[in-house]
């Protein structure tokens, strides 16, 4: 079950995306305080947060952290758009989205739906890309590329296949040096870009622009999708 959790004080708020939410199948909890939040998600295996950034006992910054102390639950902020100056605060402290009020449910709903699609994305072993050109085999760490296994060495591999299990979503080169080398790599950021290069030959990805693996000024790369769009 996709358990989804609301901490939010305007419960007017909360209600409609709850409404929302269940109409596609989601088992929605809503809280209005931090504290309650946290203790309720203590209780329940649950799958996503969206978590308000003003609440009235504990901000949204600090329910973050402590959630983050013992989980890698999806966490969806919501900001208002004055706040919006903490988003570069709240990537440090581990959101995975944010989205600004005035909410559109819909928009909130789509998000929520393409998230489930790239977890759903993650249990399949093989992901198989412009008409199995490419294929990229989860479990065997393989690479096939018009048919043929070519060599990727394990960063490479970690790479691409981060990349491309959240095709379409941005990366920031911070993102994927974690997912690569842990929290602890105190290297340049260029070593994804010289990984980024020797990946794309690899995968003959060598197009311009690249059809696989694409670059976005100043945030950093994607799987699929136009250049900087
Ligand atoms: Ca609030």
Redesign the pocket.
């Known amino acids: 079950m996709n358990n989804i959790l609301i901490i ?3 419960e007017k708020v909360s209600e409609v995306i709850k409404a929302y939410l269940e109409k596609e199948g989601y088992k929605v909890y809503c809280t209005t305080k931090g504290c309650d939040g946290i203790s309720l998600f203590n209780k329940i295996d649950f799958k996503l947060v969206i978590l ?4 009235p006992d504990i901000d949204g910054e600090e329910v973050c952290r402590i959630i983050r102390e013992t989980s890698d639950v999806y966490i969806f902020m919501l900001t208002a758009k004055v706040e919006l100056s903490d988003k570069i605060q709240g990537l440090n402290i581990g959101a995975d989205e944010y989205l600004t009020k005035p909410l559109s449910p819909r928009e909130l709903t789509a998000r929520v739906k393409a998230l489930f699609r790239r977890v759903d994305a993650n249990k399949v072993t093989l992901l198989s890309y412009n008409e199995g050109k490419l294929q990229i085999n989860k479990e065997k760490r393989d690479v096939k590329v018009n048919g043929e296994n070519i060599f990727l060495t394990p960063n490479e591999f970690n790479l691409l296949y981060a990349l491309a299990s959240n095709e379409g979503k941005v990366l920031s080169r911070e993102q994927l040096i974690q997912n690569i080398y842990g929290i602890e790599f105190d290297g340049s950021d260029r070593t994804i870009d010289v990984n980024i290069k020797n990946l794309r030959k690899k995968i003959g990805d060598n197009s311009r622009p690249p059809k696989y693996i694409v670059t976005v000024t100043k945030a950093g790369y994607k799987f699929g999708g136009e250049e900087n769009e």
């Open positions: 939010e004080d305007e308000d950034l003003m609440l």
